[in-house]
Nanobody, 124 residues
Framework: QVQLVESGGGLVQAGGSLRLSCAIS????????MGWFRQAPGQEREFVAA????????YYADVAKGRFSISRDNAKNMMYLQMNSLKPEDTAVYYC?????????????????WGQGTQVTVSS
């Protein structure tokens, strides 16, 4: 079983930055893929970015390209999402997700394990 715990959310003004963290524990393997998703009130859960723990290959949604950066620290069992130039429309609960399936995907059903989420609010 894998446990994921997000942190780093909060309130920030438009144009500001936040770094989200995801702590990974339990049974994990180096070939895991991990991702960040977000869900705004009344909206579907939306893919943001994904990364392979081995090799560090990344994959971004269009909303994240150029502003967000996903990374991992395998020694610390951590994954991060650096978010810059934040906009009010980035306001959402951000979720960390993981899977032992090969490859990378922006499909939420690809991911087996989920954290509880961390709230990000961007004020205008």
């Amino acid at each position: 079983q894998v446990q994921l715990v997000e942190s780093g959310g909060g309130l920030v003004q438009a144009g500001g930055s936040l770094r989200l963290s995801c702590a990974i524990s339990g049974r994990t393997y180096s070939n895991y893929a991990m991702g960040w998703f977000r869900q705004a009130p009344g909206q579907e859960r939306e893919f943001v970015a994904a990364i392979k723990l081995t090799g560090g290959t990344t994959y971004y949604a269009d909303v994240a390209k150029g502003r967000f950066s996903i990374s991992r620290d395998n020694a610390k069992n951590m994954m991060y999402l650096q978010m810059n130039s934040l906009k009010p429309e980035d306001t959402a609960v951000y979720y960390c997700a993981a899977t032992e399936s090969p490859g990378l995907s922006g499909d939420r059903w690809f991911y087996r394990y989920w954290g509880q989420g961390t709230q990000v609010t961007v004020s205008s």
